[in-house]
């Protein structure tokens, strides 16, 4: 915010949820004139503007979803000046027929430019958007106007690409942490897929989550089937038509649905802030796409659990798609490699995805993900277990892949086990009481580790690695090697539940909480704006726990300034004291 208000270029990374579009919105407030943001996505947009004006802030939108009649307002009001933040897409400032606008803009006293989502410019980032790299003309076009960089995901070298594609002068550079310590990150082999999605969503009755899917159809399967279970939910996905996606996205912000399935064409920016899950039911290309879409949870700071369910398909998937649009550049595989290496890892997610971004992260256990809450069990001997495992895969002449090398583990006489005579084998039956998911979790983690390889073909053949052959000879030579399994869980078992979640509901009244979210969704509805608008789950738990009975109790709150005291104190005091009566 400083930077802005000195007039100096900036560039701000923060994680999703933590603030980066107050580091333009406030300044734009005292800065006299016009605040330009750059913004990819109309849905981004209109969530902005929405939430601004809700909270009486002078914002506007311009793009392609407006009418005539609206665009016409638009103008008049930007001439006018009565208008302290405007949102354009990319295209409408560089692309064809963009010179009238720019015009338009030359003579509105614009104050400075933001460029949200300023990953989208670095040819290194993971949502690369080539009318982004020609935003550096605009220097031109607007003399004297700083230029402020936001994204929530930039390696170091993603960082310098941004500052060198939008011709950022000194800039100042401020690199937040990475870590979301409210996030509970989760990995699970994916083995039922629907049981484990039916598990998860147990975990969460009655509450907003989004399932993501790698291809179209498995988006429309998941959200049909969901249906059929009792779970309401809507598919979105670029194959829908534009008013069938506009209505699924805002049925979901509105929460009048509460489970979206969706390609990751949904989310950029989505302000629904009180998604309690975000589950992938395949693994994503890059550990940057999983930030940020897992970052969708919990945006309000409670509690969030993201899942990961993948399989070895998943990255095979990945690079023939790669390929196939000729993108499968040694950028792109790395990229790849390091999802896959944490989705097979054995440790700290937290400490992972930070170190990953180059961010330092603290000893000691984040109590936040499944291997820090104690649901992940270490292998009593890895190193066993790992050269039975390449040897079996040598034994089956390393033409095969990870199905039939766990068959044959298993001591399972499958068709094609028996067609080979791999039962005669001396590794057919090794590890007889092992799951198979167990199995394939493990070979998942030496192929993460690099004493295991798969193929490229269509049909992935395990390999080992001159690493893995050089560990089949020699049990010393990978010191300190760790495999780890799901630990079995208890149905009367109590779930374990992180630090966050147990602070967050500490004394909190759950019934009157529940109350006051019925009374958020009706007023909401009432007014024709989303329920966030409102207030955040996290105002609701902070009056439930402090139960205010005045206006300036109410004032107290976190989250609710004058203006909403004003408006919406008297409803909500009214539900408190009604509370209040009824457990008396």
Same mark, same amino acid.
């Given at each position: 915010?400083?930077?802005?208000?000195?007039?100096?270029?900036?560039?701000?990374?923060?994680?999703?949820?933590?603030?980066?579009?107050?580091?333009? @919105?406030?300044p734009a407030l005292v800065r006299p004139g016009l605040a330009v943001v750059v913004s990819p996505l109309i849905s981004l947009m209109k969530d902005q503007v929405d939430a601004l004006v809700g909270n009486g802030v002078p914002a506007v939108l311009y793009n392609s979803s407006l009418t005539a009649a609206e665009k016409a307002r638009a103008v008049a009001g930007l001439r006018e000046g009565r208008y302290r933040l405007l949102y354009v897409s990319p295209e409408r400032l560089v692309g064809e027929g963009s010179e009238s606008f720019l015009a338009l803009l030359a003579a509105c006293d614009v104050s400075f430019l933001a460029v949200d989502e300023a990953h989208c410019i670095s040819q290194w980032g993971h949502d690369f958007r080539p009318e982004y790299r020609q935003l550096a003309q605009l220097r031109q076009r607007l003399p004297g106007v700083s230029v402020h960089a936001y994204t929530a995901t930039a390696t170091a070298r993603v960082r310098h690409d941004i500052a060198t594609q939008l011709g950022l002068v000194d800039p100042v550079e401020l690199v937040g942490s990475f870590d979301r310590p409210n996030l509970v990150y989760r990995?699970?082999?994916?083995? /039922?897929?629907? @049981? @484990? &999605?039916?598990?998860?969503?147990?975990?969460?009755?009655?509450?907003?989550?989004?399932?993501?899917?790698?291809?179209r159809r498995e988006v429309d399967a998941l959200a049909a089937w969901l249906t059929?279970?009792?779970?309401?939910?809507?598919?979105?996905?670029?194959?829908?038509?534009?008013?069938?996606?506009?209505?699924?996205q805002d049925d979901f912000i509105a929460e009048r649905i509460d489970v979206i399935v969706a390609t990751v064409a949904f989310g950029m920016g989505i302000d629904r802030s009180n998604v309690r899950f975000v589950v992938h039911a395949g693994a994503p290309r890059s550990v940057e796409h999983y930030q940020q879409e897992s970052g969708r949870a919990g945006r309000d700071g409670l509690e969030a659990e993201? &899942?990961?369910?993948?399989?070895?398909?998943?990255?095979? /998937?990945?690079?023939?798609? &790669?390929?196939? !649009?000729?993108?499968?550049?040694?950028? !792109?595989?790395?990229?790849?490699?390091?999802?896959?290496?944490?989705?097979?890892?054995?440790?700290?997610r937290h400490r992972h995805l930070a170190e990953y971004f180059g961010d330092g992260y603290?000893?000691?256990?984040?109590?936040?993900?499944d291997y820090c809450l104690d649901e992940l069990e270490a292998v009593a001997e890895p190193v066993v277990v790992a050269r039975q495992?390449?040897?079996?895969?040598?034994?089956?002449?390393?033409?095969?892949?990870?199905?039939?090398?766990? !068959?044959?583990? /298993?001591?399972?006489?499958?068709? @094609?086990? &028996?067609? /080979?005579?791999?039962?005669?084998?001396?590794?057919?039956?090794?590890?007889r009481q092992a799951a198979a998911s167990e199995l394939r979790g493990y070979i998942q983690q030496l192929t993460a580790l690099g004493l295991l390889r798969t193929s490229d073909d269509p049909y992935a053949v395990l390999a080992l690695t001159a690493k893995g052959l050089t560990l089949l000879r020699d049990e010393t030579s990978c010191p300190g090697l760790t495999l780890a399994r799901q630990r079995a869980v208890r149905r009367d078992a109590p779930r374990a539940r992180s630090r966050v979640e147990a602070q967050s509901w500490e004394d909190v009244d759950r019934a009157l909480f529940e109350r006051l979210r019925a009374l958020r969704?009706?007023?909401?509805?009432?007014?024709?704006?989303?329920?966030?608008?409102?207030?955040?789950?996290?105002t609701l738990r902070e009056m439930a726990r402090l139960r205010p009975s005045s206006l300036d109790a109410l004032r107290s709150v976190k989250g609710i300034g004058a203006r909403k005291a004003e408006d919406l104190g008297p409803i909500f005091l009214s539900a408190i004291r009604a509370h209040a009566s009824s457990v008396a």
């Open positions: 915010m400083e930077a802005v208000l000195a007039r100096r270029d900036s560039l701000v990374v923060l994680p999703t949820g933590g603030g980066k579009s107050l580091c333009f @919105q406030a990995v699970l082999p994916r083995a /039922r897929l629907k @049981q @484990q &999605l039916l598990d998860t969503l147990a975990r969460h009755p009655r509450e907003a989550g989004i399932i993501y899917c790698t291809a059929g279970e009792g779970i309401p939910a809507l598919p979105y996905h670029a194959g829908l038509g534009e008013a069938e996606r506009s209505r699924n993201c &899942l990961l369910m993948y399989s070895a398909a998943d990255f095979m /998937r990945w690079r023939v798609m &790669l390929q196939t !649009n000729g993108e499968l550049t040694d950028a !792109n595989l790395a990229l790849l490699r390091q999802m896959e290496r944490y989705a097979a890892g054995v440790g700290c603290a000893p000691g256990s984040c109590g936040a993900c495992i390449l040897s079996c895969v040598a034994r089956v002449g390393q033409r095969f892949g990870a199905l039939h090398v766990v !068959n044959v583990l /298993r001591g399972h006489a499958s068709e @094609q086990v &028996l067609a /080979r005579a791999h039962d005669r084998l001396s590794t057919f039956g090794l590890l969704l009706e007023t909401a509805r009432q007014r024709g704006v989303p329920p966030y608008v409102i207030f955040h789950d996290a």
